[in-house]
Each structure stands twice: as structure tokens, then as C-alpha cells.
């Protein structure tokens, strides 16, 4: 790799950044980012111990066609510049296994790009036609001296540490890679956004049964791009695996090009955790403190000109079992803020529309449990019959406005 000082590498960021706005982008796929956590933190990243010098594939699929594209990669977590000496794309992603010829990715023209701490940066274009559901692979190799800060865990999706042609570790997380934005414009762009409700924990590995990605199957005939920014853990008001929606949804979602609408999904974890192993000394949550974040919310949404769609929280009793969670998790107290908290969104006008995902995902003979054929056995995530039934509740007409 050409060494290059820290400016060149912000003058090329600002480069490859910038060009190509002759044509209209269209987000395809999307993996938010989040910090690493230390290793005292109960839950493994699923990276391998070092990146460095390594070569990872990483298997994807498209929500939208095109006959280019463009990845971004992402060190927004970082404090440190993370050196990534080559980047390709090819066809395929069953396993490891490509089906076409790999395609080198330039930066500004070069085949490498040094990212700075905090920054995400977007690739030149690379020709490739793809449709809307094709399966990619971009494969990184990373610098001798690259330190993973940046990531996104349970990717529900499986990744490849590389040894040449043959895989020498496989991992659970996405690494650096944040987006993938495609040339061709769609008529509608939707985010969907929340927790581990909507990032998948609970939908089958490498089977693209997520709620968001039952979604970006149906509509993408019909010209909408649906891109998943779920992060585990996610929280409202507090960080969690990751930070805020309040903190992120700027990026995240209304940064996202040619957005039109959100779907929000969120607030489990703020009411569950307190008092539970993740934070045992926080206080209770208020519905007035859900209300004051989703009318921040809504004020954003206005400001950028997107329509925003929240649903209500399913229920999560007995979620846990069998893990040190299970006493605390769920009280008869957090249900009832639950259900005053879905009540207050059926009833609100800060928002533009409403999924009732908690009138879809109960059990009809007791409400504060999941459904048992919904229900991916944690009595906490849907599983991949729940999230099909989840993405059949969003309606066309209720992402445009229109009348149903």
C-alpha cells in the first residue's frame, strides 16, 4: 500500500465523497454502525480477535437494482485512521462462494483508502448490473495495522476471514461496511429503524426473514427501497448496544439520499431495562419521557420533510428465560407503561401513521405474551413467521399517506 499522510487521506474522503452527482443514488443496503465494546460487556462482538492484515468477505443482499454501485464504509467510532488496502465486489453470496469475477473498489481513484477517526466514506462507482434481491460480496483487506472500532453486531447474516481461498474463521459481525447505494432511483426510499426487533435477533441466519426484509421484497416491484438501520440493544432515550435513536436517527435515517419515510420501532428496551442486568440502577421509565422522544423525533421528521411511521411495542412477558434477565426483565409495572405507551401512539397526531405491530404480535388469550407461532422461543423476538406478519401489517398507502 502507497503511504499517504492525514490530510491526503481527509483530501480523498472529501473526494470520493463528492463525486458523482450527475446521478441519482439509491440506498440498497444498510448495516448501522456502533461502537465495539470491551470484552467485560456479556454479549462477544463476533469479530475476529485482530482485522488486521485480514481479508473479510461479507455476503449481503440487495433491496434495489442498478447498474452500478457504490459502497461506504464506515470508522465512525473510531480514534484512530483505519487502513483498508483493497476493496472488491463480485455476484454471489452462498457461503464464501463468489459467482462471478471479483471487481476492484476505488477510492478517488485509488485502490486503497485510509479512513479518518469519525468518518464514513463512499467509493468510487463500480459497474455491475444487479436486481433488487441479488445476493453480493464485498470482500476488505485491511491494513497491517487496522484495529476494529467500528462495527455492527448480529449481523444475522455469516461472515469470512479469509485465508486465501479457503475460510479460516467465521464471523457474526459486520465489519466497517455500512451501506451500499446503487444508481438507479427508486420512487420511494424507507428506513427501518429500532431495536433487535428490527436488526433480526430471532430471525434465521443468513436467511433474510428479517421484518424489514420481507418488506423490501414486496415493495420493491412497486419502486420502494427498503433499507434496515435496526441496531440490538437499541434504546430511545439512552444508549444501549449502540446510541439513542435520538442521537443516531440524523444519520441513520434522514442523511439517508432520496429518504421518504421512516418506520420506527422502538421502546422495549428503554421500559425493560431498567432495574434488569443491563442497568440495574436506572431509573424507571415515564411515559412522559416516550412521549418527549418521540415528539423529538417527530420534529426532526418534519424539519427533512419525512413521513414518519411508529409502531407499537409488542409484548415481551417471560422474555429471557433461563438467563440471569428473566426475573427483572419484564414486570407487571413495565407491561402496564407498555400498553399506556402503545395506547398514547394510537391516539397521537405528532406522528404520521401507525403499525399496530402489538396487535399483530399478541397472543389473543393473553396480550402481555407474544403469540406462541410468532414467537422465535425467547418470548422477546418474533421469529420468522412473526416478522413476515410484521412487514404484511405496512401497507403501500400507509408509507405514501395515501387513504387505505
Known amino acids: 500500500m502507497k503511504p499517504i499522510t492525514a490530510t491526503t487521506a481527509l483530501m480523498l474522503f472529501a473526494l470520493s465523497a463528492g463525486m458523482g452527482h450527475a446521478k441519482d443514488w439509491t440506498p440498497a443496503w444498510a448495516a448501522s454502525p456502533e461502537a465495539v465494546w470491551s470484552t467485560e ?45 483493497a476493496a472488491t465486489v463480485a455476484p454471489g453470496g452462498a457461503a464464501a462462494a463468489l459467482e462471478g469475477q471479483e ?36 470482500t476488505l483487506r485491511y491494513g497491517d495495522d487496522a484495529v476494529a472500532q467500528d462495527f455492527h453486531w448480529d449481523a444475522r ?34 428506513v427501518a429503524m429500532g431495536d ?28 420502494v427501497a427498503v433499507i434496515n438501520a435496526g441496531i440490538s440493544g437499541g434504546r430511545l432515550l439512552s444508549e444501549g448496544m449502540g446510541e439513542s435513536v435520538l442521537a443516531r436517527i440524523d444519520r441513520d435515517a434522514f442523511a439517508v439520499p432520496g429518504i421518504d419515510a421512516v418506520v420506527l420501532l ?52 417471560g422474555a429471557l428465560p433461563g438467563t440471569p434477565m428473566e426475573a427483572t426483565y419484564w414486570s407487571a409495572a413495565k407491561d402496564t407503561l407498555r400498553s399506556e405507551f402503545n395506547d398514547w401512539l394510537r391516539k397521537t397526531d405528532l406522528i404520521d401513521g401507525l403499525v399496530d405491530f402489538d396487535a399483530v404480535l399478541r397472543d389473543p388469550d393473553e396480550p402481555s405474551r407474544l403469540r406462541p407461532s410468532f414467537d422465535s422461543g425467547d418470548r422477546l423476538h418474533p421469529g420468522d413467521v412473526g416478522n413476515k406478519a410484521m412487514a404484511a401489517a405496512i401497507s403501500l398507502e400507509l408509507l405514501k399517506g395515501e387513504k387505505q
Do not use: C
Open 41 to 85: 460487556f456479556d454479549f462477544p462482538t463476533g469479530l475476529p480477535d485482530s482485522i488486521a492484515g485480514q481479508f473479510i468477505r461479507q455476503p449481503l443482499t440487495l433491496a434495489w437494482g442498478g447498474d452500478s454501485l457504490r459502497i461506504t464504509l464506515s470508522n465512525s467510532y473510531g480514534t484512530r485512521p483505519l487502513p483498508v488496502d
Open 196 to 223: 433487535s426487533i428490527t436488526d433480526g435477533n430471532g430471525a434465521t441466519m443468513n436467511e433474510d426473514v428479517r421484518w424489514p426484509d420481507f418488506l423490501a421484497r414486496r415493495l420493491a416491484p412497486q419502486g
Open 266 to 317: 422502538i421502546g422495549t428496551n428503554d421500559i425493560a431495562w431498567p432495574g434488569s442486568p443491563f442497568a440495574p440502577d436506572e431509573a424507571p421509565m415515564t411515559l412522559e419521557r416516550l412521549q418527549a422522544g418521540i415528539a423529538a423525533i417527530a420534529a426532526k421528521a418534519r424539519i427533512h420533510g419525512v413521513r414518519l411511521i411508529v409502531g407499537t411495542v409488542p409484548p415481551f412477558r
Open 103 to 138: 471487481q476492484p473498489v476505488l477510492f478517488g481513484g485509488n485502490p486503497w483508502v485510509i479512513i479518518p477517526p469519525g468518518a464514513r466514506i463512499t467509493s468510487d462507482p463500480v459497474a455491475l448490473t444487479i436486481q433488487a434481491g441479488q445476493r453480493i460480496s464485498i
Open 157 to 190: 447474516e455469516t461472515s469470512f476471514v479469509l485465508d486465501g481461498d479457503r475460510i479460516d474463521e467465521e464471523i457474526t459481525a459486520r465489519v466497517s461496511l455500512a451501506g451500499v447505494l446503487t444508481d438507479h432511483p427508486a420512487e420511494m426510499v424507507v
